[in-house]
Each structure stands twice: as structure tokens, then as C-alpha cells.
């Protein structure tokens, strides 16, 4: 998904690649801004940290949009649109009834009940955070002294293991996160790796050697592509 701006007007477009076609993805409001999106697993409803008018109001918090009737369901309210008032990093469960994301100074993860529109906390000091596609896992990337992934119990939402730091992106099968390093490159460039969760070894994609920019890598069915 992406969000193109063309003066006061905003609009979410899917964009498919095989073969490339454009949509317009249809909303019963008006959506401004938007801070971060989440794609349930069957592709029929959006969950957005942002704000939208609609009837004259302005609305701020996370809500939902049911594809593609476009109907959207408000879900958290919060009294701003500000940035520093939104829950970032937004990640579905796979069954859609939770997410997790990232709000307000204390980086607080939290975990956002999407049926009952109830949110708590389950640690502070976290960078940003997604489900595993089995729904046993949340990864979290924790920012204190060092850098470094924590791997909580998705079921009991306590830690269960800590890795080094990744991209808290998941392999399809459950088993891998996503990690990008600039050990050995120059300037913003970095090499793709693999961390495997229960042993938590490190393998690196040689071809990607230097080779990516940051963090601009994800997973496609068992491949990576940057």
C-alpha cells in the first residue's frame, strides 16, 4: 500500500506486481494523515494509526477499513493526530482479532485488542514490533543500552528469548527474522541475513553482500527480496 499526496488529498492505492495493476482502495472518509498501516492475513480489512473526517468530524486513534466495501470501523480514539500520539508499527495476528505497535515517548509495545478496542502495555523502550504468521511470536526490537530483538510468547506476552538486533521481519514458515547489517560496507549500504529464532545463528544471503539500502528488505513466500 501506499499513500500518494496531491495537494489536500489523500487516498490509499494496492499496488499488484504480477501483473502490475493500480487500485484505489475505497474509504468512506476522508484519511489524513496516515502513520502506519497493517494488511490482515486474508487481505480483507486495513487497520491505520492516523486520522479521517467524516460528517463534518476529525477523528483521531486507529481504525479499521473492510475491503472492499470500504467501511470504516474506529477502533482506538486519541485527542491528536500528532505523530508522537500514534501507535507506529503496526502487525496484525493472523486471526486479526490483536495487533501490536509502538506509542507515545516511552516507545511503549502494546498490544491492541481490534474486536473490543481495549489496549495495554506489555513493555517499554521498543523501536518497533510485528506477529509471527504461525501466531505463536511477537517480535520486538528493544532499544536500551544495546540493540536487540525480544521474542515474546504471543499466548502468555511475556519474553521468552532474546536475539540480536533484526529487523523484526518473519519468514513465511515462523522460523527466520530478517536482519540487515553494514558490518565491512561503506556508506548506507548493507548486507542481508538471516536469524534463526530458536538457535539464534546468523547466515548471511552472500549475494546481497553491500548490496541493500538499510532496511529496504522483506520476505516473498520462502525469498527475500530487496
Known sequence: MREPTMGDKHELYRIDLNPIRVSAVPAQASLKPIHSIAVSLREDRLLISGGYEKGGSRYCGVFEIS?????????????????LSAWLYL????????????????H?????????????S???????????????????????????????????????????????????????????????????SGTVQTLHIQSGARATVESSKCQVYQTTAGWVSSSIVR
Open 67 to 83: 475491503l472492499p466495501s470500504g467501511n470504516l470501523r474506529s477502533v482506538l480514539e486519541t485527542p491528536d493526530c500528532k505523530y
Open 91 to 106: 502487525s496484525l495476528s493472523p486471526d486479526g482479532k490483536q495487533a501490536v505497535a509502538v506509542h507515545g515517548r516511552s
Open 122 to 188: 506489555i513493555g517499554v523502550g521498543f523501536m518497533k514490533a510485528s506477529w509471527s504468521p504461525d501466531g505463536r511470536w511477537i517480535a520486538a526490537l528493544e532499544y536500551r543500552s544495546k540493540v536487540r530483538t525480544v521474542l515474546f510468547d504471543a499466548r502468555r506476552l511475556s519474553p521468552a528469548k532474546t536475539l540480536g538486533e533484526s529487523e523484526v521481519e518473519w519468514s513465511p514458515d515462523s522460523r527466520y527474522l530478517l536482519a540487515v547489517t553494514g558490518r565491512g560496507c561503506s556508506n548506507e
Open 108 to 120: 511503549s509495545l502494546d498490544l491492541i485488542d481490534t474486536v473490543h478496542g481495549e489496549v495495554k
